[in-house]
């Protein structure tokens, strides 16, 4: 019997893993992150068990006490707990976070990926259990963008990409090959907001993965959120890099995008 450990996060992408490893034959055991996780996600799964997101020990034993040897991280895990919340990290999580050598995602990910493989548990490429997901290359709208906004999505994409080597974040909001809002530790739908406020209307937003992205972690996802966000601000044109973006609800986001006069581009140079 083949065991899956779902770490799961905020949003629809843990319940959307979860379906397609029980396709492929595992038993899905989650470790459900309070208080991000879904509750919902307890239908989808085989087992779950519900872990303060600053329990790093606790999240750990949980897996161990299933045997859990394989594991996959879905669904967001705000690095803003850090600094606002009235979370607590246990033990092994300080230890943790007192080990990095800075607190950019790319170090916060690794070092748990380390200390997994140490406890024998190994982190599995997400995009095996949502290849479906992944935007295709092209126009996925009927709606193309105009010869200025496939400008626009030219100039992002290499902002974007840069943004994504620096490990600030994987978005940027431009307008008129000028960049309106970058995205750092407040995430993509609060830098849409404030790129398309300061854009005015028709703004051109570009998320990409970073280069040599691993796939074992935050990898980048759009959903009902996102297109929210570009509506508030009646944003024009989402360009998501091709084979590398997380679309999910594609075609309530395809048909509300219709509706909302918005271009939706899977992008690769």
């Given at each position: 019997m083949k065991k899956l450990g779902l770490i799961a996060g905020k949003g629809e992408l843990p319940i959307a893993v979860a379906g397609?490893?029980?396709?492929?034959?595992?038993?899905?055991?989650?470790?459900?992150?309070?208080?991000?996780?879904?509750k919902a996600l307890s239908s989808h799964v085989d087992e779950i068990q519900w872990v303060n997101?600053?329990?790093?020990?606790?999240m750990i034993d949980t897996m161990?006490?299933?045997?859990?040897?394989?594991?996959?991280?879905?669904?967001?895990?705000?690095?803003?707990?850090?600094?606002?919340s009235k979370i607590t990290p246990d033990l092994r999580a300080v230890k943790l976070l007192l080990s990095l050598k800075d607190r950019s995602d790319d170090s916060v990910l690794l070092a748990i990926t380390e200390e997994l493989a140490q406890e024998g548990i190994t982190l599995l490429d997400i995009s095996r259990f949502c290849s479906a997901l992944l935007?295709?290359?092209?126009?996925?709208?009927?709606?193309?963008?105009?010869?200025?906004?496939?400008k626009d999505i030219a100039f992002g994409w290499k902002v974007a990409k840069e943004l994504g080597r620096l490990d600030i974040g994987q978005t940027v909001v431009v307008k008129n090959q000028a960049v309106m809002a970058v995205e750092a530790i407040e995430g993509t739908d609060e830098a849409i907001k404030r790129g398309g406020i300061l854009s005015g209307k028709d703004a051109v937003v570009v998320k990409v993965s970073k280069p040599n992205q691993d796939m074992r972690f935050d990898v980048p996802v759009i959903g009902l959120d996102t297109l929210k966000a570009m509506k508030t601000v009646h944003a024009r044109v989402l360009a998501v890099e091709a084979n590398k973006c997380i679309i999910l609800n594609r075609d309530k986001i395809i048909d509300e995008a219709k509706?909302?006069?918005i271009s939706i581009v899977g992008y690769a140079e």
């Amino acid at each position: 019997m083949k065991k899956l450990g779902l770490i799961a996060g905020k949003g629809e992408l843990p319940i959307a893993v979860a379906g397609e490893a029980k396709t492929q034959g595992y038993t899905v055991i989650a470790v459900g992150l309070e208080p991000l996780a879904d509750k919902a996600l307890s239908s989808h799964v085989d087992e779950i068990q519900w872990v303060n997101v600053g329990k790093f020990g606790k999240m750990i034993d949980t897996m161990k006490k299933y045997d859990i040897r394989e594991a996959v991280m879905a669904g967001k895990v705000s690095k803003t707990l850090l600094y606002k919340s009235k979370i607590t990290p246990d033990l092994r999580a300080v230890k943790l976070l007192l080990s990095l050598k800075d607190r950019s995602d790319d170090s916060v990910l690794l070092a748990i990926t380390e200390e997994l493989a140490q406890e024998g548990i190994t982190l599995l490429d997400i995009s095996r259990f949502c290849s479906a997901l992944l935007a295709s290359k092209g126009v996925l709208t009927k709606d193309a963008p105009s010869d200025q906004e496939w400008k626009d999505i030219a100039f992002g994409w290499k902002v974007a990409k840069e943004l994504g080597r620096l490990d600030i974040g994987q978005t940027v909001v431009v307008k008129n090959q000028a960049v309106m809002a970058v995205e750092a530790i407040e995430g993509t739908d609060e830098a849409i907001k404030r790129g398309g406020i300061l854009s005015g209307k028709d703004a051109v937003v570009v998320k990409v993965s970073k280069p040599n992205q691993d796939m074992r972690f935050d990898v980048p996802v759009i959903g009902l959120d996102t297109l929210k966000a570009m509506k508030t601000v009646h944003a024009r044109v989402l360009a998501v890099e091709a084979n590398k973006c997380i679309i999910l609800n594609r075609d309530k986001i395809i048909d509300e995008a219709k509706t909302a006069g918005i271009s939706i581009v899977g992008y690769a140079e």
